[in-house]
């Protein structure tokens, strides 16, 4: 059997950095972990080649060659997955289908022959051997969430890894909060399930034996959502970092109660992370109330975020306009905040509904519902997927006015001087000597900034106070210096286009596609 791996294309996004990575000269963020999952659950002797068409296209001669495709995508990437699924069924390849996008109630997407409904660590060995007695049926839907023991170190053998600039793994899945819209509780549950801290030190070693020795984002929805096992799974990472001399630096999600545990940020400085990122949302507590994110009241927000940057970690922050509760006055308070805790990446978000929400059903009930968002959250009106009670145009234009106030180049690069004077460098990690990849792309970020784009006055302000004040965080901030380009970049390009939702609604908002779909809801 010979087996082809899809990955479908991502659209240009906010967390794409597609206009900062081109200085390291790599073409994706990260690669498709649960494909390369899947494929280390099919047969050994099947032949497999992964495609992401994020780094490389689709030709005819790769469907020419494969009896069958798998498919995994997101929601943001249906657009891609729907072209995707045609292509196969016009060369004779059948596909199977999973992911979140194929498993969330309301989606609509093109038939294939084989529908992966849930998590497949408990499917996939049924339809393997349905498949093999040549009566596979047309879809698998997981009756339970399965625990992620069985889950198997991810094939990186078929990846091409020089064209990333992060590796993915998993650590847990699931969520004990119950923000109401969040659909991560919807698709993973709400009871925690860990990987043993051997499992994950085996997918580590698989990397560090294949010669990885960059970034490493754990893809988990909470990292720290059960403390005991989080807190075990950190003293394994600091002891196999400690032999080898840190070979990676860490970066995951975690929620706020990281600072309420005084061993969890002492635990993630000495296992060598650097980065978290937080569902901030709002500093409004009524706002915070409406949504259920009770993990976040009564508490500091900034002294929180000042506390994980003392330990080394870069908090990365994910906000939200777009309450009910929201008054016109949200998007100067969501700056404020965002530039008093010195946040250089803050991802502001439209409030969106996904399916299967709690938000989406009250508002479908209160009859404010539009259509399905196309996952896209960020500089994306049609993810404001419902009728605000501030007005759609009113919010759209407080929205625009929050990105550029955040990341126009003066304000951006005066949030990450302030966030490097809060900022105490790792004490675990051992100085780095850069590679020459890596002198070859501050060359470049150096001269792109400073000569070819706008802003370039303000960026050699920044660099020269950088260098003078903070001369042993300029790799830290000439890093967060190119990731502003994108965001600034990708900023404009929202702030240019007509606020209609047309061009953004996925095929099941009000025009339906011509053909026939499945929805698994």
Not at 237 to 244: H, I, S, V
Not at 422 to 442: D, G, I, K, S
Request: hydrophobic share 45%; proline share 8%; with cysteine.
């Amino acid at each position: 059997m010979r087996v082809l791996l899809i990955s479908p294309e991502f659209p240009e996004t906010f967390w794409s950095l597609r206009n900062a990575i081109k200085f390291l000269g790599v073409k994706a963020v990260g690669p498709p972990l649960a494909l390369l999952t899947v494929a280390a659950m099919l047969p050994a002797d099947w032949d497999k080649q992964l495609v992401d068409l994020n780094v490389e296209p689709l030709t005819d001669e790769h469907l020419a060659w494969s009896d069958l495709a798998f498919i995994s995508a997101m929601t943001i990437q249906s657009p891609s997955a729907d072209a995707v699924i045609r292509r196969c069924r016009a060369m004779g390849v059948k596909v199977c289908a999973g992911g979140v996008h194929f498993s969330t109630p309301e989606a609509r997407f093109e038939p294939v022959e084989h529908l992966f409904i849930g998590e497949v660590e408990e499917t996939m060995p049924v339809f393997l051997a349905d498949l093999a007695q040549g009566k596979a049926l047309p879809e698998y839907r997981a009756s339970r969430f399965p625990a992620i023991s069985a889950s198997p170190v991810p094939a990186w053998e078929l990846l091409d890894r020089s064209q990333y600039i992060n590796m993915l793994v998993q650590v847990c899945r699931g969520c004990p909060h119950d923000c109401d819209f969040c659909h991560v509780i919807v698709l993973y549950g709400r009871k925690p399930r860990y990987k043993g801290p051997d499992q994950v030190l085996a997918e580590l070693q698989g990397l560090y034996e294949a010669g990885w020795r960059r970034d490493i984002t754990f893809a988990d929805d909470n990292f720290i959502c059960h403390h005991g096992k989080a807190k075990d799974i950190l003293r394994a990472l600091a002891g196999w970092q400690a032999e080898r001399g840190y070979p990676f630096h860490f970066v995951a999600q975690v929620s706020m109660e990281v600072v309420d545990d005084p061993e969890l940020l002492p635990l993630m400085a000495q296992a060598g992370f650097v980065g978290l990122f937080l569902g901030i949302e709002t500093p409004d507590p009524a706002a915070l109330k409406e949504c259920n994110k009770r993990q976040n009241l009564n508490r500091d927000l900034v002294e929180a975020v000042r506390t994980i940057q003392a330990h080394g970690i870069e908090v990365s922050g994910g906000f939200i306009v777009g309450f009910d509760s929201d008054s016109p006055n949200v998007f100067d308070h969501q700056a404020d905040f965002i530039e008093k805790a010195a946040i250089p990446t803050a991802m502001i978000n439209l409030l969106t509904a996904p399916p299967g929400t709690r938000l989406y059903q009250r508002l479908e009930s209160e009859g404010r519902l539009l259509w399905v968002s196309d996952g896209d959250t960020t500089m994306n009106a049609g993810a404001l997927n419902y009728m605000p009670k501030m007005g759609r145009e009113r919010l759209l234009e407080g929205y625009k006015a929050l990105l550029s106030r955040l990341f126009e180049p003066e304000p951006f690069y005066h949030r990450v001087l302030a966030f490097l004077e809060h900022y105490r460098p790792n004490p675990h990690l051992p100085a780095r000597f850069p590679r020459h990849r890596e002198l070859v792309a501050v060359m470049k970020i150096v001269l792109g900034l400073g000569f070819k784009e706008p802003g370039r006055r303000a960026f050699w302000s920044f660099l020269g106070r950088l260098l003078w004040r903070n001369p042993m965080n300029f790799p830290i901030g000439i890093t967060i210096a190119a990731a502003g380009l994108h965001y600034r970049m990708i900023t404009h390009r929202f702030c240019e286009l007509p606020d209609e939702p047309a061009f953004s609604m996925t095929a099941a908002g009000p025009n339906p596609p011509e053909e026939p779909s499945l929805n698994p809801g």
